[in-house]
């Protein structure tokens, strides 16, 4: 059964802070990694991951993935009050199926 | 990115009733679309996945009488909860994903049964 592991479940910061989420996996037939940002509502899409090494960058946000070692991180930098929310890291399998991990609950505080 | 769309955003029903929700993908042909559910505080858990003009293949344990799904064209599937109970009270959210790109989200639709 595919797995997605998050750490921390939760991390309160300063605005300010750097943080790292973490996301370790186990999945038969990965295709992706994906990074989500959810709010009151539906997740909204940060980042796909398909190869190893790659940092893949959007403002603040980055990301890169580790396909020997299954994990992924996402470093949010100079951390402001509107990106607390959840985090969610997905796998994709080969039959492009989603499981998600559940999720970091960042709060960051001004 | 890609717009993905929900119909209603919340709904109320009475107990017994069925209730229908649609999902369009505004700007772009969805080969695949994903239903999910997700109860307070807990992650997405896949109910189906849709693809058009086939039948939808549902996870273990849902009911696929209960959780119709249907996806008749490229740009909309729908889900209808069929007598409906308080225990299918939830956020229901639907993706839409083309070819190899990455799937994007609806808002949800939050649907309480009373």
């Known amino acids: 059964e595919d797995k997605v592991v998050q750490s921390p479940l939760s991390l309160v910061v300063h605005e300010g802070d750097t943080v790292t989420l973490n996301c370790s996996y186990e999945?038969?037939?990965?295709?992706?990694l994906l990074w989500y940002k959810q709010e009151k509502k539906a997740p909204t899409f940060l980042f796909m991951l398909?190869?190893?090494?790659i940092e893949k960058k959007s403002g603040r946000l980055s990301s890169i993935l580790d396909k020997k070692e299954l994990f992924s991180i996402l470093n949010i930098t100079a951390t402001q009050t509107g990106d607390s929310a959840i985090y969610l890291c997905?796998?994709?399998?080969?039959?492009?199926?989603?499981?998600f991990g559940k999720g970091t609950l960042l709060t960051v505080n001004p | 990115g890609a717009v993905v769309s929900q119909h209603p955003s919340r709904v109320i029903c009475k107990s017994g009733t069925s209730v229908k929700i649609e999902c369009r993908s505004l700007?772009?042909?969805?080969?695949?679309m994903f239903w999910y559910r997700q109860f307070p505080k807990k992650s997405l858990m896949l109910m189906a996945t849709?693809?058009?003009?086939?039948?939808?293949?549902?996870e273990q344990g849902v009911e696929k009488d209960k959780f119709l799904i249907n996806h008749a064209s490229l740009t909309l599937s729908t889900l209808t909860v069929t007598s409906a109970h308080p225990e299918d009270s939830s956020f229901y959210i639907c993706?839409?994903?083309?070819?190899?790109?990455?799937?994007?989200f609806g808002p949800g639709t939050r649907l309480t049964v009373t």
């Open positions: 997905a796998v994709e399998a080969s039959n492009y199926k989603l499981t």
């Open positions: 398909t190869s190893s090494g």
């Open positions: 849709s693809n058009e003009g086939s039948k939808a293949t549902y």
């Open positions: 999945v038969t037939n990965f295709r992706s």
């Open positions: 993706s839409a994903k083309q070819g190899n790109y990455e799937q994007y």
């Open positions: 700007d772009f042909q969805a080969t695949t």
